[in-house]
């Protein structure tokens, strides 16, 4: 440390700090260690400080803190991170150490400010990522960083702290990653302050434990938010369906010859699923329950059944139809009959209210489709 610049103490300080500021010219290494616990004793038990001294403790403290091996470093920031008052250039020099060192100030320290954490995020790996996703709060900006940067780990932390704030744009990415992703799944349906409408999105991807967590949610929305979160759903939602069955034009007309004869009934949409007009059937469905073809495609073709609960609940159809909607859905599977009672016990207890208000989000991809 012979080659250190040296710093002169205050003149009187009526304390310690002075000799401290002097021992910091020491070349030992374990002095210096010593001289290192000393110095953040005597800050800690210093009670009030001056301009002059509170810059001395940060000078000699990251100029010594430099020089201290990993673990002493580490011991350093554990103790600085809940200080509210800790030396700035201490606490941005730990934040940007590596990652065992640098955890607890980030999670911790509110001297770090946004431009601070801006930069850790913005270059170094993923451990300091999460850590910062771990902090009490989290701003949009910083938040717009993990989700673009971080790894499946990271933005699932990111996701479960209720503390982190996530704009629209943050919000929609994490969940595009969450669909493709199961071991998000969890964390982006129990987020408080998901928009609805992704809420919503997470449906179909989900297994059933979180598609009810998804169900209760809408079943306890506010009537106001319901409509604010449905515009905003629509603002977003794309025309990204895919190709059409080559009948479907065909199939089309005819549904609609039979629904101008007043002749689109339930019953006619069983006909239709027992004969093999798939099309018909599912361009039959989607008309009755008001949702897109593709919605409807998808459900049949993935025997989402709880899905088709919610699709046939809204329709007000009664449960022996949706029963033999499910059982021929179920003909190829093993104990078809006693799956489909199964979904059918289900649907007697789900509430149509509940149904009513899944469906206007998938009713937003019809809009979608129609324009």
Same mark, same amino acid.
């Given at each position: 440390?012979?080659?250190?610049?040296?710093?002169?103490?205050?003149?009187?300080?009526?304390?310690?700090?002075?000799?401290?500021?002097?021992?910091?010219?020491?070349?030992?290494?374990?002095?210096?260690?010593?001289?290192?616990?000393?110095?953040?004793?005597?800050?800690?038990?210093?009670?009030?400080?001056?301009?002059?001294?509170?810059?001395?403790?940060?000078?000699?403290?990251?100029?010594?803190?430099?020089?201290?091996?990993?673990?002493?470093?580490?011991?350093?920031?554990?103790?600085?991170?809940?200080?509210?008052?800790?030396?700035?250039? *201490?606490?941005?020099? %730990?934040? /940007?150490?590596?990652?065992? !060192?640098?955890? $607890?100030? @980030? =999670?911790? +320290?509110?001297?770090?400010?946004?431009?601070?954490?801006?930069?850790?995020?913005?270059?170094?790996?993923?451990?300091?990522?999460?850590?910062?996703?771990?902090?009490t709060t989290v701003s949009e900006a910083v938040s717009d960083v993990i989700v673009e940067r971080g790894d499946v780990n990271t933005l699932g932390t990111l996701l479960r702290n209720d503390g982190a704030r996530l704009s629209r744009t943050a919000s929609e990415t994490a969940v595009e990653r969450a669909k493709a992703n199961p071991a998000l799944h969890a964390a982006t349906v129990q987020r408080k302050? *998901?928009?609805?409408? %992704?809420? /919503?999105?997470?449906?179909? !991807?989900?297994? $059933?434990? @979180? =598609?009810? +967590?998804?169900?209760?949610?809408?079943?306890?929305?506010?009537?106001?938010?319901?409509?604010?979160?449905?515009?905003?759903?629509?603002?977003?939602?794309?025309?990204?369906?895919?190709?059409?069955?080559?009948?479907?034009?065909?199939?089309?007309?005819?549904?609609?010859?039979?629904?101008?004869?007043?002749?689109?009934?339930?019953?006619?949409?069983?006909?239709?699923?027992?004969?093999?007009?798939?099309?018909?059937?599912?361009?039959?469905?989607?008309?009755?329950?008001?949702?897109?073809?593709?919605?409807?495609?998808?459900?049949?073709?993935?025997?989402?059944?709880?899905?088709?609960?919610?699709?046939?609940?809204?329709?007000?159809?009664?449960?022996?139809?949706?029963?033999?909607?499910?059982?021929?859905?179920?003909?190829?599977?093993?104990?078809?009959?006693?799956?489909?009672?199964?979904?059918?016990?289900?649907?007697?207890?789900?509430?149509?209210?509940?149904?009513?208000?899944?469906?206007?989000?998938?009713?937003?991809?019809?809009?979608?489709?129609?324009?």
């Amino acid at each position: 440390m012979s080659d250190a610049p040296v710093i002169e103490p205050p003149a009187e300080t009526g304390s310690r700090l002075p000799d401290l500021v002097l021992l910091a010219q020491e070349e030992s290494s374990e002095k210096r260690r010593a001289l290192l616990r000393e110095l953040a004793d005597h800050f800690f038990g210093s009670t009030q400080r001056t301009a002059a001294e509170d810059s001395l403790y940060d000078s000699v403290l990251t100029d010594l803190t430099a020089e201290m091996e990993t673990a002493v470093r580490a011991e350093l920031s554990a103790r600085f991170a809940l200080a509210p008052d800790a030396p700035r250039g *201490l606490i941005r020099r %730990l934040a /940007n150490d590596e990652a065992c !060192v640098a955890t $607890a100030v @980030l =999670r911790a +320290s509110t001297v770090l400010t946004d431009d601070d954490l801006l930069g850790v995020v913005r270059t170094k790996g993923q451990d300091h990522l999460r850590a910062v996703s771990q902090r009490t709060t989290v701003s949009e900006a910083v938040s717009d960083v993990i989700v673009e940067r971080g790894d499946v780990n990271t933005l699932g932390t990111l996701l479960r702290n209720d503390g982190a704030r996530l704009s629209r744009t943050a919000s929609e990415t994490a969940v595009e990653r969450a669909k493709a992703n199961p071991a998000l799944h969890a964390a982006t349906v129990q987020r408080k302050s *998901l928009p609805p409408d %992704l809420l /919503n999105e997470m449906y179909f !991807v989900v297994e $059933a434990r @979180l =598609r009810q +967590s998804i169900l209760q949610k809408n079943a306890a929305m506010d009537p106001a938010l319901l409509e604010i979160a449905l515009a905003a759903g629509r603002a977003r939602v794309a025309s990204e369906h895919g190709d059409l069955p080559s009948d479907y034009a065909e199939c089309l007309a005819y549904v609609g010859e039979l629904k101008a004869a007043n002749q689109l009934t339930p019953t006619m949409l069983a006909r239709f699923l027992r004969s093999g007009s798939r099309t018909s059937f599912l361009i039959s469905l989607a008309q009755l329950a008001d949702v897109d073809f593709h919605t409807a495609a998808s459900i049949v073709e993935k025997k989402e059944l709880d899905a088709l609960a919610l699709i046939c609940k809204a329709a007000d159809l009664d449960r022996a139809l949706f029963l033999t909607f499910a059982v021929v859905i179920l003909n190829t599977e093993e104990n078809a009959m006693g799956k489909a009672q199964s979904y059918a016990k289900m649907y007697g207890d789900l509430q149509r209210d509940v149904a009513l208000r899944t469906l206007r989000f998938w009713r937003m991809r019809r809009s979608a489709e129609a324009a």
